[in-house]
């Protein structure tokens, strides 16, 4: 294809390809946790770093990285300290994060044209040092997830019961917390900030519906987030539109479709199961008479 002969398009299609693999696999344990929200709130957090960031003249990308982690660390604590409660947490780190970086952002005002790659993403312009974090943060999570994989099983479904059987829930919860920061951090540059919880809510959400088991959720999802970045990646490129947009419409559209499939297949089996019930009533009663019959000569 044309686009891979370009040298930004590789970057592209690399780090699309790494972040949709490990974000879409983050997804269906967030959801499970009713954590949906987490990811967005992160990334606000994250646009808190990056501008503190370029005001203060720091990279902005690693600001963003490590603010986005304390701040996961902070939600951790918080879902703790109101455990009746705890989707506070979320709504006070949203609120901080999100008023942080206004003041921040108004305060150097020359910085806000560059805001707008944050805000929206711009994976066609992923340089190495962004690479480079998104491939240590992958295989950062990928080696997470493996290791832990059935903590986190027990951990999503039921923390009490995980903590009965010896399983140390605090310290995976924060671990898991940090990872979803580090992710959403890595993930800014594709999608931006105001659509990074597309990336990790819509595949999983799709997978969980669709999907007969949680490892088949696991590979479902990550094969819907990677098809859906590639698709839109090209659909960006052939149709000049902004990829972090294109990359979120093409993902709710695989949504969209994949319910409406759903529901027209299980209706289809379910009329069929009444036709076939509504025809073999006649041959019961049939076959109830004539043994009314045989037994009454």
Known sequence: MEMLHYDFMQRAFCAGGLIALLASALGVYLLLRRQALMADMLSHVSLAGIAGGAYFQVNPTMTGF?????????VEYLRRAYRTYSEISVAIIMVGGLSLSVILMSLNKSINI???????GSVVAV??????????????????????????YLISFDEETARTNGI??????LGFSILTGMIVAAAMPIVGVLLVSS????????????????????????GIGLLGVFTGLTASYELSTP??????????????????????????????????KQAEMPVTRHRATRAEEWSNP
Not at 114 to 120: A, D, G, I, V
């Open 243 to 276: 990829p972090g947009g294109t990359i979120a419409f093409v993902l709710l559209t695989f949504l969209v479709i994949g319910i409406t499939v759903k529901k027209t297949i299980h209706k289809l089996g379910a009329k069929a199961r009444m036709t076939a």
């Open 114 to 120: 560059s805001f707008s790659s944050y805000l929206f």
């Open 168 to 173: 140390p829930v605090p310290w995976i919860s």
């Open 66 to 74: 490590l603010v986005a982690v304390c701040g996961a660390v902070v």
């Open 199 to 222: 990336l990790i809510v819509l595949p999983a959400s799709l997978a969980i519906r669709i999907s007969p088991s949680f490892s088949a959720a696991i590979f479902i999802s990550m």
């Open 127 to 152: 340089n190495r040092t962004e690479l480079i974090i998104m491939l240590a943060t992958a295989v950062i999570g990928a080696l997470f997830f493996y290791f832990l994989r059935r903590p986190l």
